[in-house]
């Protein structure tokens, strides 16, 4: 078992030698990449929080439905750009089942991911009006979503929703959708790295403004149905997954299979619209995509241009799991709860020894417990957090990267955190906190 603190000499030179100038403002692959090297050079099991990585084993029905297709010779074969017929009715009858609300199987377009979908909506919602060129961000949000601006040379501004819920929220939108610059409105619900969650009467309040102003929302469901503080497990039953789709059709829903399904190894995933945007026509389009149909510019301009299609078995194996849970036959979606149990343990021992839960609080409810919380230690600020814990196998990253107003804080993910580690996060944290608590003494 190796002694803690980890030598601060030798997390100091790796840091240096990976070229992170400051381990604050490294992006979540850095710090993956950071800790793998410690764990090699130090001779420490790493508790890794830094990556939001599936904890739990991929939906059978899923591996058989890639098996079944691989054996009926789709390997051979490139997939439509639009999507597999199977996934995009399987789809469309997922979403029924846990939104409750009806889109159109041809509105359903594959992707490698969550991620790649919200790169698709950029490259075309950016582009809908001319003179509109920024995306507003409901923050903190997943860094890699910004990445992606900044690589298009689009615009970008962030709103920290924490101080701004309900009828709040609307009159700082209202005040910013009135300026006339904002083409996309991007937030994640349950959100990543702070596991709010916006509710029916915000997202009414969005739907609506979006349709007064013309803005597209893209609505990250990466982590659908895991608000557990509701059942919305059951499909067909209310209640649903809240979405914003119940009050605007200037919407793109990106829809993960990565935690749900736990496939983030499969990198698939769908993007869905209404057929209003879908069907909607706009001249400022051409210039780039040849077409002025939404959709068209969608399918055969942006995803053909960046991926030319999905893994065609992947694409099978996502449309068995979607089709099993539409029909309750899926247990993934009731396993995942997990996650919950897990960040309940977690935080206890966390504030156990010394630290707070930044963003404590959902609006005028407490804060519910899934994939990511996140954190703060007395007198640290979040560089100094992150590579604090850095000295006791502890990796994770800072709220930095993600557009929180929060300087000290960090995001904390508990998926790879299973329950038999859980003494061992106590034993490190205890550590952590007895030298951390000696070393503010011995300064004050």
């Known amino acids: 078992m190796p002694d803690f603190p980890i030598d601060v000499r030798l997390v100091q030179d790796l840091i240096q030698r990976h070229g992170i100038r400051h381990v ?11 800790v793998n090297d410690l764990e090699e050079e130090s001779g420490c099991r790493f508790l890794r929080m830094e990556l939001g990585i599936p904890g739990l084993e991929a939906a059978e029905a899923a591996i058989r439905g890639e098996r079944e297709a691989l054996e009926r ?18 789809a469309a009858d997922f979403i029924r089942a846990y939104l409750g609300i009806q889109v159109e199987p041809h509105c359903v377009v594959a992707t490698t991911g969550s991620t790649n979908a919200s790169f698709l909506g950029f490259l075309v919602a950016s582009r809908r009006r001319r003179n509109r060129d920024t995306t507003l961000f409901l923050d903190p949000g997943f860094p890699v979503h910004k990445l992606q601006l900044q690589v298009l040379g689009f615009r970008q501004q ?5 101080e701004y819920r309900g009828r709040a929220l609307g009159r700082k939108l209202e005040k910013i959708f009135s300026r006339g610059n904002v083409s996309t409105l991007l937030y994640s619900n349950p959100n990543n790295p702070t596991w709010m969650c916006l509710d029916e009467e915000e997202l009414q309040i969005i739907g609506e403004l979006a349709t007064k102003y013309d803005v ?13 503080r509701q059942d919305t497990s059951v499909p067909g039953e209310p209640p649903f997954q809240p979405t914003v789709a119940r009050y605007t059709d200037n919407y793109l829903l990106l829809i993960s299979s990565s935690k749900l399904f736990s496939l983030a190894g499969e990198r698939v995933g769908v993007l869905v619209l209404s057929s209003a945007l879908y069907d909607s026509r706009s001249q400022d389009l051409l210039p780039c995509f040849n077409s002025d149909v939404f959709g068209h510019c969608l399918v055969y301009g942006a995803a053909y241009a960046v991926s030319a299609g999905v893994s065609h078995s992947a694409q099978y194996g996502l449309a068995a799991v979607l089709r099993g849970a539409a029909e309750g036959r899926e247990p993934m979606i009731r396993q995942v709860r997990v996650y919950g149990e897990r960040a309940a343990a977690m935080k206890k021992i966390f504030q156990d020894n010394g630290f707070r839960i930044v963003y404590a609080r959902d609006g005028e409810r407490p804060l519910g417990d899934g994939f990511y919380f996140t954190l703060s230690y007395p007198g640290a600020s979040g560089d100094q957090l992150v590579a604090h814990l850095l000295q006791f196998g502890i990796g994770a990253i800072s709220l930095a990267r993600t557009g929180s107003v929060c ?4 995001r904390a993910c508990v998926s790879q955190i299973s329950e038999s580690d ?3 996060l106590r ?13 503010e003494r011995q300064e004050a």
């Open 407 to 410: 300087p000290e804080g960090i």
């Open 216 to 228: 597209v929302v893209m609505e990250d469901l990466a982590y659908l149905t895991m608000d557990f």
């Open 158 to 162: 962030s709103l920290d929703v924490y």
């Open 24 to 34: 604050g403002a490294a992006s979540i692959r850095e710090i993956v990449s950071l």
């Open 422 to 424: 859980m003494p061992e």
């Open 73 to 90: 010779g789709v390997a051979s074969r490139y997939p439509p750009v639009r999507g597999v017929r199977e996934l995009r009715h399987a």
């Open 427 to 439: 034993r490190r944290l205890e550590l952590f906190h007895e030298h951390f608590s000696k070393v």
